[in-house]
């Protein structure tokens, strides 16, 4: 069956570190992969996109890994801030055609002052 | 201000009545979506529309309803045949929907509780 996986422990940082989560995924192929953002009782903010032939995108702070052979997709956030504070979604292209993202659980991140 | 917008914010509902939540969006999207989030839980595909006039059923389409008369709006309908309404709703829009991947834009969505 398709699954995405993301870490459902939260990540826990100090300020000025450089944060990492993970996406990993089983039984797809997608041209193309998102990251969001979501703060408490918010909808979701667009952050990057990386599409199945780059194998990094960088936005300010912001880095995207995408490896289709290992399936998984690293967004890292260096010189992190409280501000960064918030779940981190990815979201994959869906199988069949329909082109429409399916989302991950997300994982929290924590950063500390 | 370009955006989405959904209301109310909060909404509370008697079980076996139907409700209707809105979503608009000046953004001049042809795609819109409806997800339903559980805490813990990923975003779930309740309805999508390509253009206006026309929608598909996503993933959890059971004991909803959409309609896509205008452009800018996208309301739901969560029926009493629903059996766990309670959850927070996200609509969302895109350019389009096509292959190559389009960021969406969301809303700021609604929390439903049906008691």
């Known amino acids: 069956s398709q699954k995405i996986e993301q870490n459902s422990e939260a990540l826990n940082i100090q300020e000025g570190k450089t944060a990492t989560l993970t996406c990993n995924y089983t039984?797809?192929?997608?041209?193309?992969l998102q990251w969001y953002r979501q703060d408490p009782g918010r909808g979701p903010v667009f952050l990057l996109l990386?599409?199945?032939?780059?194998k990094e995108k960088r936005k300010e702070r912001l880095k995207v890994t995408f490896d289709t052979t290992l399936k998984q997709s690293l967004f890292h956030i260096t010189a992190s801030q409280p501000a960064d504070s918030a779940t981190y979604l990815c979201?994959?292209?869906?199988?069949?055609?329909?082109?429409?993202?399916?989302f991950g659980r997300g994982t929290s991140l924590i950063v500390h002052p | 201000d370009g955006g989405i917008t959904q209301s109310p914010k909060y909404l509370f509902r008697k079980e076996g009545q139907n409700v209707t939540l809105s979503c608009e969006q000046n953004?001049?999207?042809?795609?819109m979506y409806w997800y339903r989030q559980d805490p813990g839980q990923g975003l779930r595909l309740i309805y999508y529309?390509?253009?206006?006039?026309?929608?598909q059923k996503g993933d959890i389409a059971e004991g909803y309803s959409v309609s896509r008369e205008k452009k800018e709006s996208f309301p739901l309908t969560v029926t009493s045949a629903q059996k766990n309404p309670t959850a927070f709703y996200l609509c969302?829009?895109?350019?389009?929907?096509?292959?190559?991947?389009?960021?969406?834009?969301f809303g700021p969505g609604t929390r439903l509780t049906v008691t």
């Open positions: 969302a829009s895109s350019p389009s929907l096509g292959p190559g991947g389009y960021e969406q834009y």
């Open positions: 039984n797809y192929s997608p041209a193309y």
């Open positions: 990386i599409r199945e032939n780059e």
């Open positions: 979201a994959l292209e869906s199988s069949g055609g329909s082109y429409i993202p399916t």
């Open positions: 953004l001049n999207h042809d795609a």
């Open positions: 529309s390509q253009i206006v006039n026309d929608f």
